[in-house]
């Protein structure tokens, strides 16, 4: 399954993944530095592959950070 790519106005590329009903992750792709984010997935569309690029880009900038995820071993005292 693709995940549907797409440039925000600053020629940065995204990928948006779907996490859930309510919510969908904004993943940089390839040079981009930014730093994933969670957007409030549209209550009216459930495919992110219907949005225009329009719809995409209010989508990130409404998101907020997505919370870092932990590197620490479980393993490790």
């Known amino acids: ?3 549907r790519r797409f440039k925000d ?14 919510e969908w992750e904004l993943e940089p792709v390839s040079e981009n530095p930014e730093p994933a984010r969670i957007a409030r997935a549209p209550g009216y569309e459930t495919d992110p592959f219907e949005l225009s690029q329009e719809e995409l880009q209010g989508l ?9 995820r932990s590197t620490k071993s479980p393993f490790k005292d």
């Open 1 to 3: 399954m693709g995940f």
């Open 60 to 68: 990130l900038e409404s998101s907020t950070p997505a919370p870092q």
């Open 9 to 22: 106005r600053d020629g940065r590329q995204w990928e948006v993944r779907v996490r859930s009903r309510e």
